[in-house]
């Protein structure tokens, strides 16, 4: 079932976006504390900092993990973004493509290939299209 969910750090770069539709599974984060750089200081976005001597930071969030179809379907409904991992043609690796949708037609903005799984597609497909946007903003 753990295949089934975005990666914990492409969540939080979600979240980042404006992600906020309820999902399935939702994880516990801490907001990164302030004393970054005094001793025992926590630099870790999670609930259980690995610095001793470290205050527990009060503000514990709750980080919604999206499935992948939910990710995709909100880069097309949001930004009018489509991502599409895939086996390429001669299947002995796989690609992704992006593209930007208008109302007539879909322009390609990005494309990579030669994966060697389409998990590691569907990875970079979804980075990409969270670099876009971001780059953007």
């Not at 994880?27 to 609930?47: H, R």
């Not at 991502?83 to 690796?93: L, N, S, T, V």
């Not at 930007?100 to 597609?121: G, P, R, W």
Request: charged residues 30%; hydrophobic residues 35%; negative net charge.
């Amino acid at each position: 079932m753990e295949k089934e969910f975005v990666p914990y750090g492409l969540a939080l770069r979600l979240g980042s976006l404006g992600f906020d539709e309820r999902c399935f599974r939702y994880e516990s984060v801490k907001k990164i504390c302030e004393n970054q750089a005094q001793p025992g200081g926590c630099q870790l976005p999670n609930v259980h900092c690995a610095y001793p001597k470290c205050t527990i930071d009060s503000s514990v969030e709750s980080l919604p993990i999206p499935t992948w179809q939910q990710a995709f379907r909100w880069f097309r409904e949001k930004y009018d973004l489509e991502g599409i991992p895939q086996r390429a043609e001669e299947r002995e690796w796989y690609k992704f493509w992006v593209y930007e949708l208008h109302e007539d037609c879909k322009v390609m903005i990005s494309s990579e290939i030669q994966f060697t799984t389409y998990a590691e597609a569907e990875l970079a497909c979804l980075g990409k299209l969270i670099e876009i946007v971001e780059n953007n903003k």
